[in-house]
C-alpha cells in the first residue's frame, strides 16, 4: 500500500483547507482510513478516521464539528475537510490505512494502523 498526502499549506485562523490522500496498492475499499497528526516532540495524535464502507466516521473531539472526513472508493482517496482552523491545529497531517477485516472499525492508537503517507504540513496563522 502506498498512500500520498496533499494538501496542506498556510491558512488564517478561522479558514478552511481541504486534505487529500491518495491510496494505491491494494483495494482501498478493503481497508479503513484515518487521519492522525504531530507536531515536533510530541506524540502523532488521532484526529479522524473513516470505515471501508464510508459509512462511520470518527472524529477527535478536538476537531469535532471542524473536520469532516470522507472517502471516495471510485477514485481511490480519502478527504479532510477543515474548517474554522485554530493556530492549535497546526501540524503535520498523516493519513493512514488499516485493513477492514480488524477487529476494531478503528483505532485512535497509531499503532495499530498498518501504512502511513509521508505527511503535509499545514500551519495556520492567527
Known amino acids: 500500500v502506498q498512500l500520498q498526502a496533499s494538501g496542506g499549506g498556510l491558512v488564517q485562523a478561522g479558514g478552511s483547507l481541504t486534505l487529500s490522500c491518495a491510496f494505491s496498492g491494494r483495494t482501498f475499499s478493503t481497508y479503513g482510513m484515518g487521519w492522525f497528526r504531530q507536531n515536533p516532540g510530541k506524540e502523532r495524535e488521532f484526529v479522524a478516521a473513516?470505515?471501508?464502507?464510508?459509512?462511520?466516521?470518527y472524529y477527535a473531539e478536538s476537531v469535532k464539528g471542524r473536520f469532516t472526513v470522507s472517502r471516495d472508493n471510485v477514485k481511490n482517496a480519502v478527504y479532510l475537510q477543515m474548517s474554522s482552523l485554530k493556530s492549535e491545529d497546526t501540524a503535520v497531517y498523516y493519513c493512514?490505512?488499516?485493513?477492514?477485516?480488524?477487529?476494531?472499525?478503528?483505532?485512535?492508537?497509531?499503532?495499530?494502523?498498518?501504512?502511513w503517507g509521508q505527511g503535509t504540513q499545514v500551519t495556520v496563522s492567527s
Open positions: 493512514a490505512a488499516r485493513p477492514a477485516y480488524y477487529a476494531d472499525t478503528y483505532s485512535e492508537n497509531r499503532e495499530n494502523w498498518d501504512y
Open positions: 473513516i470505515s471501508w464502507t464510508g459509512s462511520s466516521t
